[in-house]
């Protein structure tokens, strides 16, 4: 169950110092650890030049560099590896324009399939890269425990180059160059970037290298920052430091990208290029690229964001809208399900610190969707596995925050897991039919630890102050845009409002499936909270005309049909 408390007050200090700014601002900066102008500053104003950092700072980054100017002089083949997801494509869409831009055409673009290849390198792959005439490969999003993978490509004579961002393991592959900014003895300053990020470093590298030959304008990479933007959003890295700079400019080029496959699926979900938001990106944008490893070709992804064919974007935008509404069916289908035993389990038992299940039956590659429902509705670490292969059971988990999946992964006995990997709230397993029965025991046995070790598993979630409905207004919104995009490390603004009454409430959307709360101002206008998958009878209390009820919300403008509306979005009904 959650738990709310409202925040405390901030000291004087931190008013004082923040005095140039209205007083919900000053509040909110506190909140995220900035309590003077300077660093207030440089928060709301991200600046590309001052808020970037050198890409030499990065281990390895001059050998990196160095070999891929062989490899262009000399005109090596070179393969790109990226991941399958919304970091891993968006990433090798900014190395493949930099070497087109440059001039340099001997690459090939690969990326694994997600059910027949799986995560990371592959043996079968690596061979028919040593059949290609490939001397370097070069990974995005991926790469950093291949161990027996890269020693294979060094046996063919094909260097390798890492770029990736996840957590390492206690092997390090013996790669020709690994950049990733948590690897020891890195001193690179942001150790939390996202797999396209650190390929971005490494094209900034590549230019201040050697753009004397190249003679691209100044400034010219920061046309890739659409894409580096897109997957900073969608994997869900804190917004801090130069992951902000990352987004924030990210978002300043979507609006303005010239990338015919990007404008014609922003025209397929119908969301207006230029008011394009970091909610557009996660709710419709990110969705729509998975989809394309999750139910078919992840390659199709990769060629709508790559291509610069009006008719082929537009085939690509329609087919991975139709696979996505394909995909939001199965995995709906696959909750309900989920939720009736979670149901069932709870009959008289006492709520268990985290959610574990699974059935062979289920598709591991939708798991993730549904493990993301199912921690945001319970508030807890979320484990859910289904079969790929004959005896091999494979997962997804989540966790809102409050517990570190790895560090939780980490600490479960040896042999429970056959292999995992993934962040803090976000990650995937593997398990053997044997090990399967002890799974949930383990994990709950391994939260209690956590919980009386380190103090972590925290279930309370903050509220950054209480308002009147009559402070939902443009200038109170417009305040609270200055800390915008939100996203992981930089919250959206949450506010009680208590023992609000309400004016009307209906369901709406096809199935009604969607709830929408109306309540009066003074000045006798409505202003609305919407709910999307919400019912009204969910929440133990009748809602109804006339009915008080305290509301945890944050506050949004939508812009339907290009009008803007400001109203409030449900985030629980206490």
């Known amino acids: 169950m959650k738990?709310?408390?409202?925040?405390?007050?901030?000291?004087?200090?931190?008013?004082?110092?923040?005095?140039?700014?209205?007083?919900?601002?000053?509040?909110?900066?506190?909140?995220?650890?900035?309590?003077?102008?300077?660093?207030?500053?440089?928060?709301?104003?991200?600046?590309?030049?001052?808020?970037?950092?050198?890409?030499?700072?990065?281990?390895?980054?001059?050998?990196?560099?160095?070999?891929?100017?062989?490899?262009?002089?000399?005109?090596?083949?070179?393969?790109?590896?990226?991941?399958?997801?919304?970091?891993?494509?968006p990433g090798a869409v900014v190395l493949h324009d930099f070497f087109k831009k440059i001039g340099f055409n001997n690459f090939e673009n690969y990326i694994p399939h997600r059910h027949e290849e799986g995560f990371g390198l592959n043996m079968e792959a690596v061979e028919e890269f040593g059949k290609s005439g490939a001397k370097l490969l070069i990974t995005i999003d991926c790469g950093i425990a291949d161990v027996k993978e890269v020693e294979r490509l060094n046996e063919l004579g094909i260097d390798v180059i890492i770029t990736d961002h996840h957590e390492l393991g206690e092997k390090i592959p013996p790669a020709y160059a690994i950049l990733n900014s948590k690897q020891?003895?890195?001193?690179?300053?942001?150790?939390?970037?996202?797999?396209?990020?650190?390929?971005?470093?490494?094209?900034?590298?590549?230019?201040?290298?050697?753009?004397?030959?190249?003679?691209?304008?100044?400034?010219?990479?920061?046309?890739?920052?659409?894409?580096v933007?897109?997957?900073?959003?969608?994997?869900?890295?804190?917004?801090?430091?130069?992951?902000?700079?990352?987004?924030?400019?990210?978002?300043?080029?979507?609006?303005?990208?010239?990338?015919?496959?990007?404008?014609?699926?922003l025209r397929k979900i119908k969301v207006e290029q230029k008011n394009i938001t970091e909610d557009d990106i996660g709710f419709t944008i990110t969705p729509r690229i998975n989809a394309a490893s999750r139910m078919d070709a992840p390659m199709?992804?990769?060629?709508?964001?790559?291509?610069?064919?009006?008719?082929?974007?537009?085939?690509?935008?329609?087919?991975?809208?139709?696979?996505?509404?394909?995909?939001?069916?199965?995995?709906?289908?696959?909750?309900?399900?989920?939720?009736?035993?979670?149901?069932?389990?709870?009959?008289?038992?006492?709520?268990?610190?985290?959610?574990?299940?699974?059935?062979?039956?289920?598709?591991?590659?939708?798991?993730?969707?549904?493990?993301?429902?199912?921690?945001?509705?319970?508030?807890?670490?979320?484990?859910?596995?289904?079969?790929?292969?004959?005896?091999?059971?494979?997962?997804?988990?989540?966790?809102?925050?409050n517990v570190s999946l790895i560090n939780l992964m980490k600490s479960l006995p040896?042999?429970?897991?056959?292999?995992?990997?993934?962040?803090?709230?976000?990650?995937?397993?593997?398990?053997?039919?044997?090990?399967?029965?002890?799974?949930?025991?383990?994990?709950?046995?391994?939260?209690?630890?956590?919980?009386?070790?380190?103090?972590?598993f925290s279930q309370e979630i903050f509220i950054d102050k209480k308002l009147f409905v009559d402070d939902v207004n443009w200038e109170t919104y417009n305040i609270l845009e200055k800390l915008a995009p939100f996203g992981a490390g930089n919250p959206k603004p949450l506010f009680l409002f208590e023992k609000i009454e309400i004016a009307s409430v209906k369901n709406f959307g096809k199935e009604k499936n969607h709830l929408e709360i109306s309540f009066r101002k003074e000045d006798g206008k409505n202003i609305s909270a919407i709910g999307f998958f919400m019912k009204g009878d969910e929440w133990g209390i009748?809602?109804?005309?006339?009915?008080?009820?305290?509301?945890v919300a944050t506050m949004e403008k939508s812009m339907f049909r290009n009008f803007p509306e400001l109203r409030l979005r449900i985030v629980d009904i206490l």
Not at 420 to 434: A, D, K, T
């Open 184 to 227: 020891t003895e890195c001193f690179y300053p942001e150790k939390m970037l996202c797999g396209a990020g650190v390929v971005f470093k490494l094209v900034q590298a590549l230019i201040s290298k050697k753009n004397i030959d190249w003679q691209l304008k100044e400034g010219a990479e920061k046309w890739f920052l659409d894409m």
């Open 3 to 89: 738990k709310y408390s409202v925040r405390k007050e901030i000291p004087d200090s931190a008013r004082e110092n923040l005095e140039s700014y209205p007083e919900i601002l000053r509040r909110l900066l506190f909140y995220r650890g900035i309590e003077n102008n300077d660093d207030a500053e440089k928060f709301l104003n991200p600046d590309y030049d001052s808020g970037t950092h050198d890409p030499f700072l990065m281990k390895d980054m001059d050998k990196a560099v160095e070999r891929i100017l062989k490899a262009i002089e000399q005109n090596e083949k070179i393969i790109i590896y990226s991941d399958y997801d919304a970091d891993g494509i």
């Open 300 to 401: 199709d992804a990769f060629r709508l964001l790559a291509t610069s064919d009006e008719t082929l974007a537009d085939e690509l935008s329609s087919h991975l809208n139709k696979i996505n509404d394909e995909r939001k069916g199965l995995v709906a289908s696959m909750v309900k399900e989920m939720k009736h035993i979670i149901s069932s389990r709870a009959d008289g038992a006492e709520k268990k610190e985290a959610i574990v299940m699974g059935n062979p039956k289920w598709k591991p590659s939708l798991l993730g969707l549904a493990a993301n429902t199912l921690m945001q509705e319970n508030f807890c670490p979320v484990f859910i596995w289904g079969r790929e292969g004959e005896n091999i059971l494979k997962g997804s988990c989540r966790s809102p925050g």
């Open 542 to 551: 009748e809602l109804k005309e006339g009915e008080k009820i305290n509301l």
């Open 229 to 265: 933007g897109l997957a900073t959003l969608s994997d869900m890295v804190p917004l801090t430091g130069e992951n902000r700079v990352f987004a924030y400019y990210g978002l300043k080029v979507l609006r303005k990208s010239p990338r015919v496959g990007l404008m014609k699926l």
């Open 414 to 456: 040896k042999g429970i897991l056959r292999d995992y990997g993934g962040h803090s709230m976000s990650g995937g397993f593997s398990v053997s039919h044997e090990k399967i029965h002890l799974l949930e025991e383990e994990i709950i046995s391994a939260l209690k630890k956590i919980k009386i070790e380190s103090g972590e």
